[in-house]
């Protein structure tokens, strides 16, 4: 039986837009920066290498290491000006986080307003050290959002060429829905948590959604943030994929990765390790090609029952 065949080039699904025409299906996230311990060159060595692999889109948030993550890599890209022409940025907002950073929030809380998401916008700018963001996110879904606020910020962004295009995070069908309602330009993506071990968008309708709209949705923790990698862990997901890993000749996270580029929405990785060798690996398994019964083998593990 063949249960994978290699391919030596990615075929982009046929009823999904890439989120602009030179994202890459791999990308690489920076949340976890201020864990690898690099000098502001040595990530701007990691930016290129990434490039190297064709890994060209990178991302962001305004919060994550307490507000200093755009500007960590804002120096690096300071540190060699000729990356910025060559790379993609996504970025996002709509989480206020208490923190010294932010002296006046007192309570966690999310803003989507429009003088919240404007401002956010102009201070991820100006940390980056760039003119434009290709894409922005709203992080979460707001109780308190005003589609229509919200439309009229995007709306500013994009006719002041501060952004190109725009998406959210972790939504539900219903809430993208809404913000879809009131804008006068596709969203592009939906950022969430999908992995072998996070199967929720598979069932509640948020991937369907994605592929009727033509949404780009990006896998965040596709490793779930590493657990998938623990050869130790005694559960019955973890022997599948180290037998089926070692069947196919892949590591194991290689095929957590094909498993998710497998899905029919054109699922991109947002990768989060910080080691070149990590991410080289990572980028090849866009080389496999799984057959659809080791597919349902993993998503059966992974459910811990067969399909009905
Ligand atoms: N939109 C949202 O709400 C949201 C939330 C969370 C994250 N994100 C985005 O998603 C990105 C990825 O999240 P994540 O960091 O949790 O992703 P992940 O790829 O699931 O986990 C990365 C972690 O796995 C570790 N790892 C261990 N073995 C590995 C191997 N063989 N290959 C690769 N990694 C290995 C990495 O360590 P090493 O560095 O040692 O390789 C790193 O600590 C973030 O950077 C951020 O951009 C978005």
Redo the contacts with the bound molecule.
């Keep these: 039986m063949v249960l994978m065949e290699r391919t030596t080039r990615q075929r982009q699904p046929k009823n999904v837009q890439p989120m602009s025409t030179s994202g890459s299906r791999v990308i690489l996230?920076?949340?976890?920066i201020a864990?690898?311990g690099m000098s502001a060159e040595q990530v701007a060595g990691l930016i290129s290498a990434c490039l190297d692999l064709g890994i060209n889109t990178f991302?962001?948030?305004d919060i994550?290491c307490d507000y200093q993550c755009e500007s960590m890599l804002g120096a690096a890209l300071q540190t060699n000006s000729s990356l910025k022409s060559r790379i993609k940025l996504i970025s996002?907002c709509g989480i206020a986080l208490v923190s010294p950073a932010r002296p006046t929030h007192r309570v966690k809380h999310y803003n989507t307003s429009r003088e919240h998401i404007v401002a956010s916008v102009d201070n991820s700018l100006t940390s980056l050290g760039v003119e434009r963001l290709d894409l922005l996110?709203i992080?979460?879904p707001d109780p308190l959002m005003n589609a229509d606020e919200i439309a009229d910020a995007f709306g500013e962004l994009k006719q002041a060429g501060k952004v190109e295009g725009f998406g959210v995070?972790?939504f539900l069908p219903h809430q993208l829905e809404l913000l879809q309602s009131r804008l006068d330009m596709p969203l592009r993506a939906n950022?969430i948590?999908i992995?072998l071990l996070r199967l929720n968008s598979l069932f509640d309708g948020t991937l369907d959604q994605c592929q009727r709209l033509r949404v780009t949705p990006q896998a965040?923790?596709?490793?779930?943030?590493?657990a998938?990698?623990n050869q130790h862990e005694e559960t019955h997901l973890s022997r599948t994929l180290s037998r089926l890993a070692n069947e196919l000749g892949v590591?194991r996270?290689q095929l957590a990765i094909a498993w998710l580029l497998r899905h029919p929405a054109g699922i991109r990785p947002?990768?989060?390790?910080?080691?070149l060798t990590?991410?080289r690996?990572?980028v090849e398994a866009q080389n496999i090609q799984l057959d659809r019964q080791v597919w349902y083998e993993l998503l059966e593990a992974a459910m811990g029952q067969p399909v009905p």
């Design positions: 996230g920076f949340w976890r864990q690898w991302d962001v948030a994550y996002k996110l992080h979460r995070s972790n950022q948590e992995s965040w923790s596709p490793l779930a943030g590493g998938l990698s590591t996270e947002v990768l989060g390790s910080g080691k990590h991410i690996e990572l």
